[in-house]
């Protein structure tokens, strides 16, 4: 497994226990009508090369996006400083955060935040 | 080449789906085009210019994985050169306020959560995939303006 990932599962796994929101990788799988009411995915945007040598890769740079979608709106004040400071901490950086649309279908309104984590090969 | 804002959100704001790219250092690089007499500002912007193709072309490619009316591609768009002082840019990508019937662009780039079509960005790598490419080009450009870059 990469490095990054594994790291995602770890902060997030904590993040579950911690703070009670679910996650998943990618999308939460199940039933849009039956989707927690606060939760967390992430996936990876890019993973592009960054160095070589001896016709060999030896750093990248992933760019990962972890997404909080909410239907309560005071969520806003305090998970999203706590999501940054999570994968801070475990040395990601943090390239700028937004907002995804809401979505009345499930009642979800969603925060993203995008990280750069840099990898050995 | 850095991104920044699209019409007052910025890149990763609101409904925003689009970068900027601009040129760094231009202080340095303006004394030196300045000392080869020739104009700063046409220079910098026909690098940008010929260089924005190349993130828009594969804006579009990433586009089509998802067609369904075609309002998306459609929507994707070069902007015009903007200048505010020192800073020069372009614009590629879709504004959201003019084009809101390419809205589901935006769950295509930063997904929903749920659907399993999503997420499939295809603005953020546009960008970042490419920057070797669009450095490359600036740096032909400005060398045969006269810029001495080497």
């Known amino acids: 497994m990469n490095e990054w990932l594994t790291l995602c599962e770890e902060i997030l796994t904590k993040f579950k226990t911690d703070n009670n929101i679910p996650y998943d990788y990618i999308r939460y799988n199940g039933d849009a009508t039956q989707l927690p009411d606060t939760y967390i995915t992430y996936f990876m945007v890019d993973d592009l090369g960054k160095s070589w040598s001896d016709n060999k890769e030896k750093l990248r740079s992933i760019r990962i996006q972890v997404s909080l979608y909410y239907r309560k709106k005071e969520i806003t004040l305090t998970i999203p400083d706590k999501i940054e400071a999570a994968f801070i901490a475990a040395n990601f950086m943090r390239i700028g955060a937004g907002t995804i649309p809401y979505q009345s279908d499930t009642g979800h309104y969603g925060w993203r935040c995008d990280f750069r984590y840099f990898e050995r090969r | ?150």
Request: aromatic share 6%.
């Open chain 2, 1 to 150: 080449m850095a991104s920044k804002g699209w019409r007052g959100y910025t890149s990763y704001g609101g409904s925003a789906l689009g970068i900027d790219f601009q040129l760094k250092g231009l202080d340095e690089m303006l004394k030196k085009i300045e000392k080869a007499g020739n104009n700063v500002d046409n220079a910098v912007a026909k690098a940008i210019t010929q260089a924005a193709p190349i993130p828009l072309k594969t804006m579009q490619e990433g586009a089509l994985r998802h067609k369904k009316t075609g309002d998306v591609v459609k929507a994707i768009q070069t902007g015009h050169i903007e200048r505010e002082g020192n800073y020069t840019a372009i614009q590629i990508g879709i504004d959201i306020k003019k084009n809101p019937e390419a809205i589901h662009a935006v769950f295509q780039e930063y997904g929903d959560g749920h659907s399993p079509n999503f997420p499939d960005p295809f603005v953020r790598p546009a960008f970042d995939e490419n920057t070797t490419k669009i450095r490359s080009i600036m740096r032909r450009v400005l060398k045969s303006e006269g810029v001495p870059i080497d």
